[in-house]
């Protein structure tokens, strides 16, 4: 209905150009946007305020020329002008029921567009580091990306879902030596563990499996392990210094295969786990990209050089730099230490050119809030590397925090004290925990109730969505215990009968769906779908306690019916958006 009105505006703006009424530059998009309430119709329009100034004339007067040369249509009952200039379109109450043939008619794909071969996005999210579990913070970075994902590719986008995996690198090599004294002292060692060290139970269940898989055969004593070694900060040194020493020292004990071991069960290990939680949490993805592969395959050494092509790289003390400062950088970056060695942020530039290589229009970041600073170095990055920053977009989470009988529960992940996502999917379900997480916009803080999420009571919201949606699958079940049925291919006469107010206010909900996933699709806001869906649960809740479905009445029961069935067709795509269920039962 938005873009039959967007096209009666087109129309009539052209007619008024092709007149000299207006002239060439007033040939503009038309705006619409719904109005607050039915009193002032459906839909309303800014155009003639924004075209007063290229026309030269009052808003109000360039708002009647316009109504004035509106093609007739039988969606639009009448247009009026409102305020200093605002064009208010009221529809027929025929536009209105005619949402409830499409819903039946397009079922799962109701407010659904085709895929757009033109644009193909990369979405990567999450992307924790492979060392440790992943705990809620993840949660909410994992449930706005997903739903993003699905959202865009509902709204027409062609959507690649991507997980970096950060395999490679410092963090790795610290995760390794982590496992590897956990194991000494599995074989019986008594060691002090580095201040740095990865710490919680999970590191020893990694140990015992390595264990497990070659017995004793790494074992080493405590003098062979530190002796020699600065001291960490606990003793008055420096933590960094010594847990890269202490890597080092793991490597020339272990060898080439022992280290190997270590490190290799380690990721591979939490890994998995990873992709358990994730697959449980119905978050899934079709590309996991490892960062060994992209320094492997020469991706990062490309990246390097195609820096250095475009004459960004200079070296200092003995270090070969990026001048990201010249570029919108707040400084410049180093991309080769003066060990040889590439740092992180030449991997991050590879994988961003990988993705434009591999075709991507837009590549999407969903990173934590504390990533703040890679929003200016990355497109930096993108400029320096020759390519469109504006394919680049980055989108902050900002963090969780659970509550729990209204105090805020502590968390700590270097000492390993910490709330795994799993604890928190077993504790609310994987359902409030989804809607949790993206009932709130992603650029704000989020307060977890946890007591809230497990009620069930109208005050939960995904509770409350989801009675909505089991609600009238009781209907329709008390429906077959009468041996009744009801006739779904109803028509125009049979839809004027819905005329009670509040059967035109749920009329009124779900047309605003495709709009809604449109929306949410550009504004990058999952929470516009889950607010919505809260709005359309409390329409129906309204409907079903002041209205009869089943009575006598044939036609009425038929039509009311099929309402509730377009109700229950829409709540169920929009929860499958956000990855959640749709009980029939509750």
């Known amino acids: 209905m938005k873009e039959h009105i967007e096209e009666l505006l087109n129309q009539a703006l052209l007619h008024l150009i092709r007149d000299g009424v207006l002239n060439e530059d007033c040939d503009i998009e038309p705006q619409l946007e719904r109005t607050r309430t039915s009193e002032h119709g459906e839909f309303a329009s800014n155009i003639a305020m924004v075209l007063a100034k290229r026309a030269g004339m009052p808003p109000r007067e360039i708002a009647q020329l316009i109504i004035d040369k509106l093609p007739p249509s039988r969606q639009v009952k009448h247009a ?29 794909n109701y407010g659904h567009r085709p895929p757009n071969p033109d644009h193909e996005v990369t979405v990567e999210f999450v992307s924790a580091n492979p ?23 509902a709204a027409g986008y062609k959507v690649q879902r991507e997980y970096y995996v950060n395999d490679n690198g410092r963090q790795m090599d610290i995760l390794a030596v982590s496992v590897w004294l956990r194991y000494l002292e599995l074989c019986g060692e008594q060691l002090r563990f580095p201040d740095n060290g990865y710490q919680g139970d999970y590191i020893y269940n990694i140990a015992r499996e390595v264990r497990n898989e070659i017995g004793d055969k790494f074992r080493f004593k405590e003098n062979d392990v530190f002796d020699g070694l600065p001291p960490d900060e606990s003793q008055g040194g420096d933590r960094e210094n010594h847990i890269d020493e202490l890597i080092s020292r793991a490597e020339e004990l272990l060898g080439h295969e022992g280290y190997l071991a ?30 060994k592969e992209l320094e492997d395959s020469g991706a990062i050494a490309h990246a390097i050089e195609r820096l250095e092509d475009n004459g960004h790289l200079y070296k200092k003390d003995g270090a070969t730099w990026f001048r990201a400062s010249a570029l919108g950088d707040e400084k ?15 991997s991050d530039i590879a994988y961003f050119l990988n993705k434009m290589e591999r075709g991507f229009e837009k590549a999407i970041y969903v990173f934590g809030a504390d990533h703040h600073g890679y929003i200016a170095r990355l497109r930096a990055a993108a400029t320096g590397l020759g390519e469109d920053p504006d394919r680049l977009e980055i989108l902050l989470v900002q963090f969780a925090v659970l509550y729990r009988a209204g105090k805020k529960v502590q968390m700590s992940t270097r000492s390993g004290e910490f709330i795994t996502l799993r604890e928190l999917r077993e504790e609310v379900g994987s359902d409030a925990a989804r809607f949790f997480y993206v009932m709130r916009s992603h650029e704000q803080h989020l307060d977890f109730d946890l007591d809230l999420a497990k009620s069930r009571s109208n005050e939960n919201p995904v509770y409350y969505i989801q009675y909505a949606h089991a609600r009238i699958c009781s209907v329709f079940r008390n429906l077959e215990q009468m041996n009744e049925t009801h006739n779904e291919a109803i028509g125009e006469a049979a839809l004027k009968l819905l005329t009670e107010p509040n059967e035109t206010r749920l009329l009124r909900e779900l047309s605003r769906y495709p709009e809604v996933i449109e929306s949410a699709a550009r504004l990058r806001a999952p929470h516009q779908l889950a607010h919505y869906l809260q709005a359309l649960a409390t329409e129906f809740h ?6 009869q479905f089943l009575v006598d009445d044939e036609n ?8 509730i069935l377009a109700v229950k067709i829409v709540l169920a795509n929009g929860l499958e958006l956000l990855g959640i269920s749709a009980p029939e039962a509750m």
Not at 80 to 104: M, R, S
Not at 268 to 284: H, P
Not at 542 to 547: E, F, G, H, L
């Open 80 to 108: 009026e002008i409102a305020g200093p200039g605002f064009i208010n379109f009221y529809l027929n109450h025929v536009a209105l029921t005619t949402v409830v043939k499409d819903i039946l008619y397009q079922g799962d």
């Open 131 to 153: 060392t440790g579990p992943l705990h809620v913070g993840h949660g909410r970075g994992a449930a706005y990306g997903a739903s993003l994902a699905s959202i865009l590719a």
């Open 332 to 346: 410049d970056r180093v991309v080769i230490r003066e060990n040889g060695r590439t740092t992180y942020f030449a």
């Open 556 to 563: 009425i029961r038929n039509v009311r019916l099929n309402l």
């Open 262 to 291: 270590f490190f290799e069960t380690s990721v591979n290990s939490i890994l998995t786990d990873i992709q358990k939680d994730l697959a449980g949490f119905g978050v899934e993805f079709d590309h996991w990209f490892s960062e």
């Open 542 to 547: 309204a409907y079903y306690n002041s209205q």
